[in-house]
Structure formats: structure tokens, C-alpha cells
């Protein structure tokens, strides 16, 4: 707060305590017209000496800044631009980065809407016990429904309300890749606030934190590193679905944007391998650097959120986090708002305008509570209906048969998470102990794990062919490549968290390798495999609309199951059977979350955290 904001002092209080310009002691209107130009001078000389320290590093920052302000310029008019009914997707390798770039801007939007959905979702349901009833099984509802559950009535709805322009279609593939990414992270957090070490809430309380110190100083510092490889495993959602997302067909009608999926689709439904292979080329390339600029900084910097008493171990590091640290621009700018909040800060204090933040109250937060979770009820309550008068026009006899696909899809689902257990447990464990280890595979991991697997069902059909395996067993495999990366990175993060002192004493007292997976490394990673299995096998049943119905090669080939039916609905635009194979894979969901997950989370939270 500037002096401009403040009413001046009375003759006998002339000391202002501030000087906006130098940051030195003054008094009010001591300031005269030269020491305001010197002042002037002398940032400007400043700048001038700094500019003459820019290196390369700043050189390739501004251009690549200038490079992300073009891109979304073209983005902007491509999103303003007049609607068009068909969108021709050309095969051409040139139009290649344009395409990425579409892609990536669509999977970035989506991770900023669902990183603020997450962080008040979870805390909600985390804070909130009258909400936890209704939002906990809320989310397990909604991590049930398939992407294809979804976009019929997000793209007819987000069209229909901006009929002359992109804008509709755009918002409903960044909505849809964010009801791909959204759960486990809403979960990684909910259950990070609730497993907080109970010293640290003790010590909370002793020094009677607010809620918001609270968050910022204890709550998401815990979950950072939970939240940075969850969001890592997000993109990775939202890049399975690229190709539907991009290039769907709702019967007749067709609903395509120029990105990677819908090149990739357009390519397979020709039959150009070289295109493919193109398309294969780019999004590896694409996922590489996002990894290495964005991720890998990233948890590089949540390493300073670990929970540690004693130990240490070795630094992770990043060559472009390392490389932007070279900066002048970036040292300038954070010296610059530091100097901000320094002078901000002894303006406050000079003139005593620091004030406690506000306490809430306990009955308007509870009666806030009460009036969200009312509306949420009454929306719900709305939809039921709207669903019922739908259902009407289907059959009874249509209902049996989608129960007896729910069990078989079901089996997949159980299958294909055990499977990824067996080797997500070991490879997270390497991964998250060994950070010599981790520099090497956790690239190689992130490209593998944020591969859209549908680029690859071609291959693997024809792999499948070749031994002589239907695709009623093949779905399996299918289904495994969106699903093991879900276990794998929730076991990376818990086994980061595992302090270094419980390490030491299993080398100290010479333990063997099966007894320190049994007795130090698996309790402290249960909570986070459980939240894995959750999250793992709510992806499986969405992979399962693309693994029990695949088209390639102007072939469709389609396994028994749920995800078959809701795949064949959804391309015949046949909206009964659609909602009800939706409501059949949610109740199938929700029933297996209230028997087994559930009490797996409460064993977590009881016998298995490091504050218990």
C-alpha cells in the first residue's frame, strides 16, 4: 500500500516512516522534484546495466515467450472464428505443430479448471462432514461415468449455446478432457488433508492457526507431492481420450477439432501408416517436452514439501529448472517482487494498518454447507427425473442383459488393476527411493504413462491377430494401458513421502529386502496404492468403452461387456440404452467403492498412517 493511499500525518507526526520511491526514512512533502527525477535515473540506469547482463538464456525466453503469445493468438482466432460443420484434417506432416500445439493448449486449460475444482472439491469434503456424505459418493459417481457418458450432453448443450462460432465445441472437449483428469486428483488431495501426521495438527492448534494458515502453511505443503505426480497421471487421463475428444461422431452428426486426435483418427480411418506414424512421432515428442519443461521442474521444487525429521537424501534436480535459475529477466522480476512485498510490508507496519485475518464463523460456514449441499440435492434431484422419463422409453427386458455385462466387464476391470499392481508396487518403489534411478525412468515413465494407448490399438489388434487372441482377452491388455499408471504414480508419491530416518533403521538393523517391503516401505505406501486402486479402476471402466469396441482399419471389432454397449450406443446415437449402460456402470461402481474401497481407506487412515 502506497502513501497516496493513506491519509498524511498532522504537523506533529510529519515522520513518514516510508518513501515509496527509495524505501528510506522521510518526512511528508520533504520530497523535492530532484530527488524524485534522480530516483528515476537511477532505476533507469539500472535497467539499463541489467539489460546489458541478458545472456542467451534470456534471448531463448523471449522467444519462446513470443512463440506461446503467437500460438495463442491462432488459437484465439481459430476458437473465434465462424462455426463450420465439417472440419478438414489435413494428413500433412507441416501441419503437425499447429496441431500439437491445439492439443496441448486444450490439455492445459483442462488442468487449470480441474486443479481449482480439486483444491476446493477436496477441501470441502475434507473440512466438511455434513458435505463429506454427499460429496464422497458425489465423486465416486461421477469417476464412474465414462467420458461417453458425458459428451453427448456437453457437446449438444455447448453447440446449441454458441451456435455461430467454435467457442462451444472448443469448451466441450476442454470440459471433457477435465471429467478425464479430475478424480484422482480431487482424491490424492481429499486423503492427503485427511492423513495429516497428528503433530502437525497438534502444533496447528497450539499456535491457533486460522483455516487459511492452515492451508497455505501446513495442508498443501503436505499434499504437493501427492498433487505434482497425480497431475502428471491427469494429463495422462486426459491424453487417452485425445481421439474421441477431438474427432467424435454423435450418429450422422460430426463433431471434429483440428488437433493430434483427430489426426490420428483421420489417419487410421484411411489407412495412411506414414501418417500414423507422424502422428505417433509428435505426440512422443510433444510428451517428452512437456515432461522435461514442466513436470520435471515441478517436482524437482514439491522436493522441499517432503515430510522429513531426520536423514536426508539425495537432491533431485532438473536442467531447465537449473537453466532458467541463469536467468537475469526471471532474477530481475523476482528481486523486483520481493522489493514489493518488502516495501508493502513496512508501509503497513509504519502506519499500523496490519490487521488479523478474519476468523469465519463456525454457524455461517455450517449453514453455508448446508445451502450447497441443498442446491447439489435439488440439481441431483432434477436429473433423476429428467433420467426416469428418459429410461421410460427402454425396455425391461434390455436390463438383465446389461447387469450380466456390467459382471463381465467388471472381471476385466479386477483383472487388469491386479496385474498392474504386481509390477507398479516394485517399479514406484525404485522409482521413489532411488532419485539416481528416478532421473533415468521417470521420462521413459511419463511418455509411456501419458501416451494416448487408443494411438496404439491398431498395433496392438494386430498383435492380437497374429496369436490367435479375440479380442474378449485382448481387451485386457487394452484396458491395462490406461490403467497401471494410475497404481504407478500413486506408488512413486508415497513412496517419496516415506521419511529417511525409517530407511536408515532398515539399513542399520540389516534388514532384508522382503522384510523392509513388508515392514517399512508398504505400510507408509498403502494409503497412496489404495487411492491408486480407486483411481485405477475407475479408469479401467472408462478405458472399457474403448477397449470392448475398437474400429481399425474400417473394422470394428467389439468384446462382450458394458463398455461395448455404451461404445455401440453412443455411435448410434441411441440415448436410452446409452443412459442406461451409464446408470448400470455407476451403480456397479459405487457398490464396489461402499464394499471394498471404502474399508480399505478406513484401514489406511487407521492402521496404516505415520501419525496412527
Same mark, same amino acid.
Given at each position: 500500500?502506497?502513501?497516496?493511499?493513506?491519509? $498524511?500525518?498532522?504537523?506533529?507526526?510529519?515522520?513518514?516512516?516510508?518513501?515509496?520511491?527509495?524505501?528510506?526514512?522521510?518526512?511528508?512533502?520533504?520530497?523535492?522534484?530532484?530527488?524524485?527525477? =534522480?530516483?528515476?535515473?537511477?532505476?533507469?540506469? &539500472?535497467?539499463?546495466?541489467?539489460?546489458?547482463? +541478458?545472456?542467451?538464456?534470456?534471448?531463448?525466453?523471449?522467444?519462446?515467450?513470443?512463440?506461446?503469445?503467437?500460438?495463442?493468438?491462432?488459437?484465439?482466432?481459430?476458437?473465434?472464428?465462424?462455426?463450420?460443420?465439417?472440419?478438414?484434417?489435413?494428413?500433412?506432416?507441416?501441419? @503437425?505443430?499447429?496441431?500439437?500445439?491445439?492439443?496441448?493448449?486444450?490439455?492445459?486449460?483442462?488442468?487449470?479448471?480441474?486443479?481449482?475444482?480439486?483444491?476446493?472439491?477436496?477441501?470441502?469434503?475434507?473440512?466438511?462432514?455434513?458435505?463429506?456424505?454427499?460429496?464422497?459418493?458425489?465423486?465416486?459417481?461421477?469417476?464412474?461415468? $465414462?467420458?461417453?457418458?458425458?459428451?453427448?450432453?456437453?457437446?449438444?448443450?455447448?453447440?446449441?449455446?454458441?451456435?455461430?462460432?467454435?467457442?462451444?465445441? *472448443?469448451?466441450?472437449?476442454?470440459?471433457?478432457?477435465?471429467?478425464?483428469?479430475?478424480?484422482?486428483?480431487?482424491?490424492?488431495?481429499?486423503?492427503?488433508?485427511?492423513?495429516?501426521?497428528?503433530?502437525?495438527?497438534?502444533?496447528?492448534?497450539?499456535?491457533?492457526?486460522?483455516?487459511?494458515?492452515?492451508? =497455505?502453511?501446513?495442508?498443501?505443503?503436505?499434499?504437493?507431492?501427492? @498433487?505434482?505426480?497425480?497431475?502428471?497421471?491427469?494429463?495422462?487421463?486426459?491424453?487417452?481420450?485425445?481421439?474421441?475428444?477431438?474427432?467424435?461422431?454423435?450418429?450422422? =452428426?460430426?463433431?471434429? @477439432?483440428?488437433?493430434?486426435?483427430?489426426?490420428?483418427?483421420?489417419?487410421?480411418?484411411?489407412?495412411?501408416?506414414?501418417?500414423?506414424?507422424?502422428?505417433?512421432?509428435?505426440?512422443?515428442?510433444?510428451?517428452?517436452?512437456?515432461?522435461?519443461? @514442466?513436470?520435471? $521442474?515441478?517436482?524437482?521444487?514439491?522436493?522441499?514439501?517432503?515430510? *522429513?525429521?531426520?536423514? &536426508?537424501?539425495?537432491?533431485?534436480?532438473?536442467?531447465?529448472?537449473?537453466?532458467?535459475?541463469?536467468?537475469?529477466?526471471?532474477?530481475?522480476?523476482?528481486?523486483?517482487?520481493?522489493?514489493?512485498?518488502?516495501?508493502?510490508?513496512?508501509?503497513?507496519?509504519?502506519?499500523?494498518?496490519?490487521?488479523?485475518?478474519?476468523?469465519?464463523?463456525?454457524?455461517?460456514?455450517?449453514?453455508?454447507?448446508?445451502?450447497?449441499?441443498?442446491? +447439489?440435492?435439488?440439481?441431483?434431484?432434477?436429473?433423476?427425473?429428467? %433420467?426416469?422419463?428418459?429410461?421410460?422409453?427402454?425396455?425391461?427386458?434390455?436390463?438383465?442383459? +446389461?447387469?450380466?455385462?456390467?459382471?463381465?466387464?467388471?472381471?476385466?476391470?479386477?483383472?487388469?488393476?491386479?496385474?498392474?499392481? %504386481?509390477?507398479?508396487?516394485?517399479?514406484?518403489?525404485?522409482?521413489?527411493?532411488?532419485?539416481?534411478?528416478?532421473?533415468?525412468?521417470?521420462?521413459?515413465?511419463?511418455?509411456? &504413462?501419458?501416451?494416448?494407448?487408443?494411438?496404439?490399438?491398431? %498395433?496392438?489388434?494386430?498383435?492380437? =491377430?497374429?496369436?490367435?487372441?479375440?479380442?474378449?482377452?485382448?481387451?485386457?491388455?487394452?484396458?491395462?494401458?490406461?490403467?497401471?499408471?494410475?497404481?504407478?504414480?500413486?506408488?512413486?508419491?508415497?513412496?517419496?513421502?516415506?521419511?529417511?530416518?525409517?530407511?536408515?533403521?532398515?539399513?542399520?538393523?540389516?534388514?532384508?529386502?522382503?522384510?523392509?517391503?513388508?515392514?517399512?516401505?508398504?505400510?507408509?505406501?498403502?494409503?497412496?496404492?489404495?487411492?491408486?486402486?480407486?483411481? &485405477?479402476?475407475?479408469?479401467?471402466?472408462?478405458?472399457?468403452?474403448?477397449?470392448?469396441?475398437?474400429?481399425?482399419?474400417? *473394422?470394428?471389432?467389439?468384446?462382450?461387456?458394458?463398455?461395448?454397449?455404451?461404445?455401440?450406443?453412443?455411435?448410434?446415437?441411441?440415448?436410452?440404452?446409452?443412459?442406461?449402460?451409464?446408470?448400470?456402470?455407476?451403480?456397479?461402481?459405487?457398490?464396489?467403492?461402499?464394499?471394498?474401497?471404502?474399508?480399505?481407506?478406513?484401514?489406511?487412515?487407521?492402521?496404516?498412517?505415520?501419525?496412527?
Amino acid at each position: 500500500m502506497g502513501i497516496g493511499n493513506v491519509r $498524511p500525518p498532522g504537523p506533529a507526526l510529519r515522520s513518514c516512516g516510508y518513501d515509496s520511491w527509495s524505501g528510506a526514512n522521510c518526512r511528508i512533502g520533504s520530497m523535492q522534484p530532484p530527488a524524485i527525477y =534522480r530516483r528515476i535515473w537511477g532505476e533507469g540506469t &539500472a535497467l539499463l546495466q541489467r539489460a546489458r547482463r +541478458l545472456t542467451v538464456v534470456d534471448l531463448l525466453i523471449v522467444l519462446g515467450l513470443a512463440g506461446l503469445l503467437y500460438g495463442l493468438l491462432d488459437l484465439a482466432k481459430e476458437w473465434a472464428g465462424p462455426h463450420r460443420p465439417v472440419i478438414e484434417v489435413t494428413l500433412s506432416p507441416v501441419a @503437425l505443430p499447429k496441431y500439437a500445439f491445439y492439443s496441448l493448449m486444450r490439455g492445459l486449460f483442462a488442468y487449470a479448471l480441474f486443479l481449482g475444482f480439486t483444491l476446493v472439491y477436496g477441501y470441502w469434503a475434507a473440512k466438511d462432514h455434513v458435505a463429506e456424505r454427499v460429496l464422497i459418493p458425489l465423486l465416486d459417481i461421477l469417476q464412474s461415468i $465414462p467420458v461417453l457418458g458425458f459428451l453427448p450432453g456437453l457437446v449438444l448443450g455447448l453447440t446449441a449455446a454458441f451456435p455461430n462460432g467454435n467457442v462451444g465445441l *472448443e469448451l466441450a472437449a476442454i470440459v471433457m478432457i477435465f471429467t478425464g483428469q479430475v478424480w484422482n486428483m480431487t482424491f490424492s488431495f481429499y486423503q492427503s488433508l485427511r492423513s495429516l501426521p497428528q503433530d502437525m495438527q497438534e502444533a496447528a492448534r497450539a499456535f491457533r492457526l486460522n483455516w487459511w494458515q492452515r492451508l =497455505r502453511w501446513l495442508e498443501l505443503p503436505a499434499a504437493t507431492v501427492g @498433487l505434482v505426480w497425480n497431475s502428471m497421471m491427469s494429463m495422462a487421463g486426459g491424453w487417452f481420450f485425445l481421439m474421441i475428444n477431438e474427432s467424435y461422431h454423435l450418429g450422422e =452428426r460430426d463433431f471434429r @477439432l483440428p488437433g493430434l486426435g483427430s489426426y490420428m483418427s483421420v489417419a487410421v480411418e484411411q489407412g495412411r501408416v506414414d501418417a500414423m506414424i507422424w502422428a505417433l512421432l509428435a505426440m512422443t515428442l510433444l510428451i517428452v517436452a512437456l515432461d522435461q519443461l @514442466l513436470w520435471r $521442474p515441478l517436482v524437482v521444487w514439491a522436493q522441499k514439501f517432503r515430510i *522429513e525429521e531426520t536423514g &536426508a537424501v539425495l537432491p533431485e534436480s532438473s536442467w531447465f529448472l537449473t537453466w532458467l535459475r541463469r536467468s537475469t529477466l526471471i532474477a530481475g522480476l523476482r528481486q523486483w517482487l520481493r522489493d514489493k512485498r518488502a516495501a508493502s510490508a513496512t508501509a503497513r507496519a509504519a502506519f499500523s494498518v496490519t490487521k488479523p485475518y478474519p476468523a469465519i464463523s463456525p454457524h455461517w460456514t455450517t449453514a453455508f454447507s448446508w445451502a450447497l449441499v441443498l442446491t +447439489l440435492v435439488l440439481a441431483l434431484t432434477w436429473g433423476t427425473w429428467q %433420467l426416469v422419463w428418459l429410461l421410460r422409453q427402454l425396455a425391461w427386458s434390455v436390463w438383465p442383459e +446389461l447387469v450380466l455385462a456390467a459382471a463381465v466387464t467388471l472381471t476385466r476391470v479386477l483383472i487388469s488393476t491386479m496385474i498392474g499392481t %504386481l509390477w507398479a508396487v516394485p517399479v514406484g518403489l525404485a522409482i521413489g527411493l532411488k532419485p539416481g534411478l528416478a532421473r533415468w525412468l521417470q521420462p521413459v515413465v511419463q511418455v509411456a &504413462a501419458s501416451f494416448p494407448a487408443p494411438m496404439l490399438f491398431p %498395433l496392438v489388434i494386430a498383435g492380437l =491377430r497374429l496369436a490367435g487372441i479375440s479380442l474378449d482377452w485382448g481387451s485386457l491388455a487394452l484396458m491395462l494401458l490406461g490403467t497401471q499408471w494410475y497404481i504407478l504414480f500413486n506408488v512413486v508419491a508415497g513412496a517419496m513421502s516415506i521419511p529417511a530416518d525409517l530407511r536408515e533403521v532398515a539399513r542399520s538393523y540389516r534388514l532384508s529386502r522382503w522384510q523392509r517391503l513388508r515392514i517399512v516401505y508398504l505400510p507408509p505406501i498403502f494409503p497412496h496404492l489404495v487411492t491408486g486402486w480407486v483411481t &485405477a479402476a475407475g479408469g479401467a471402466w472408462n478405458a472399457s468403452i474403448v477397449a470392448e469396441y475398437v474400429s481399425a482399419g474400417g *473394422e470394428t471389432l467389439q468384446a462382450y461387456g458394458l463398455g461395448a454397449k455404451i461404445s455401440w450406443a453412443a455411435e448410434h446415437a441411441d440415448f436410452p440404452l446409452l443412459t442406461a449402460g451409464v446408470l448400470v456402470m455407476a451403480g456397479v461402481v459405487v457398490l464396489f467403492n461402499r464394499l471394498v474401497w471404502r474399508r480399505l481407506f478406513q484401514l489406511a487412515e487407521t492402521r496404516f498412517s505415520l501419525s496412527k
